[in-house]
């Protein structure tokens, strides 16, 4: 019954490694996100795509980049990790705006922690 | 600017009472509005969506209300139990925007 699927649970990289936290939803949804949530600054939006090859900065693009190479898949890069991008790392995809579009699926969510 | 407020932003009581979170948005210019689960150091979990169109959507022992004209949403709990204990997050989708707009949260705990 998963729909959002988060390759990892759990990741511990260094400094200056390049990470790839992976995304798969399984809806046929157009639209997908990466967030992530750190404590006392909700949800904060790196990242979304809303189709194939598209994508657009959300509030905090810094630092990260993203993939998009087929419908249900959406990749979110850190090029150079740093210690500041230590955080949780959530997935959420849906359907395109509209009076009776689709709520947002979330997956588990990565932590990820970089030493 | 759409905002969405949730209050309160903590509530402790004991197992067994019904209760109601609150959230409410500045714009009524939405398409839906989501509740949604979070526990600790977990992803989010959707309770319940309402369209613009709707008034309350139900699950189990979970009720959800829209008021669009009012710009409220309730959340109501029935015979609240121990595994309840969560944050609860409101979210609405703008017609203007791509992006969920979040409500801070409201942090439940449920006494045995």
């Known amino acids: 019954d998963v729909k959002v699927t988060q390759s990892s649970r759990y990741l511990v990289k260094r400094t200056g490694e390049k990470v790839f936290l992976e995304c798969v939803q399984d809806?046929?949804?157009?639209?997908m996100f990466w967030y992530r949530q750190d404590p006392g600054l909700g949800l904060r939006l790196i990242y979304f795509s809303y189709d194939v090859k598209m994508k657009e900065k959300g509030d905090i693009p810094e630092g990260y980049s993203v993939s998009r190479e087929k419908k249900e898949r959406f990749s979110l890069i850190l090029e150079s990790a740093s210690t500041n991008q230590t955080s949780m790392y959530l997935c959420?995809?849906?359907?395109?705006?509209?009076?009776?579009?689709?709520?947002?699926?979330f997956g588990s969510g990565t932590r990820l922690t970089v030493v | 600017k759409q905002e969405v407020t949730q209050i309160p932003a903590a509530l402790s009581v004991p197992e067994g009472e019904n209760l109601v979170l609150n959230c409410s948005f500045t714009?009524?210019?939405?398409?839906?509005l989501q509740w949604f689960r979070q526990d600790p150091g977990k992803g989010l979990t959707s309770l319940l969506l309402i369209q613009s169109s709707q008034r309350e959507q139900t699950s189990g022992r979970l009720n959800a209300s829209l008021d669009k004209s009012s710009g409220r949403s309730t959340l109501y709990i029935a015979a609240s139990q121990p595994g309840d204990s969560a944050t609860y997050l409101c979210?609405?989708?703008?017609?203007?925007?791509?992006?969920?707009?979040w409500g801070a949260g409201t942090k439940l705990i449920i006494k045995p």
């Open positions: 714009d009524s210019a939405i398409y839906n």
């Open positions: 809806m046929d949804h157009e639209n």
């Open positions: 959420a995809s849906t359907t395109p705006g509209g009076v009776q579009s689709d709520g947002y699926t």
């Open positions: 979210a609405v989708r703008p017609v203007s925007n791509y992006q969920l707009i």
